[in-house]
């Protein structure tokens, strides 16, 4: 059973850059395919990239996102980079991909808000 805890998030003008942390506890990242998701108000969270040997984005962060992990730490990142007002919202990370997106509310932690805005 993992649980993870996002930290990173904040308010950022557009253009700048912000790197996101998804830190694992009870286990190890192993193999695992670890999502990152952003939920924009009144939205259900949406997968926008995702890791296990091999690395996924969403169209509208391509380029911009990257995502990484460092099994020692027990860590997955996602570094943003170009920010845009549209990425604003809560970001979770959670084991697995796309199919996340199908998951009730319940079962999304708390996340950290990341708000792009002049």
């Known amino acids: 059973q993992l649980q993870f805890v996002e930290s990173g998030g904040g308010l950022v003008q557009p253009g700048g850059s912000l790197r996101l942390s998804c830190a694992a506890s009870g286990g190890t990242l192993g193999n695992n395919v670890i999502g990152w998701f952003r939920q924009a108000p009144g939205k259900n969270p949406e997968a926008v990239s995702c890791i296990s040997s091999n690395t996924w984005y969403t169209d509208s962060v391509k380029g911009r996102f990257t995502i990484s992990r460092d099994n020692a730490k027990n860590t997955v990142f996602l570094q943003m980079n170009s920010l845009k007002p549209e990425d604003t919202g809560i970001y979770y990370c959670?084991?697995?991909?796309?199919?996340?997106?199908?998951?009730?509310?319940?079962?999304w932690g708390q996340g950290t808000q990341v708000t792009v805005s002049s």
């Open positions: 959670k084991r697995g991909c796309k199919e996340n997106e199908r998951l009730p509310p319940q079962y």
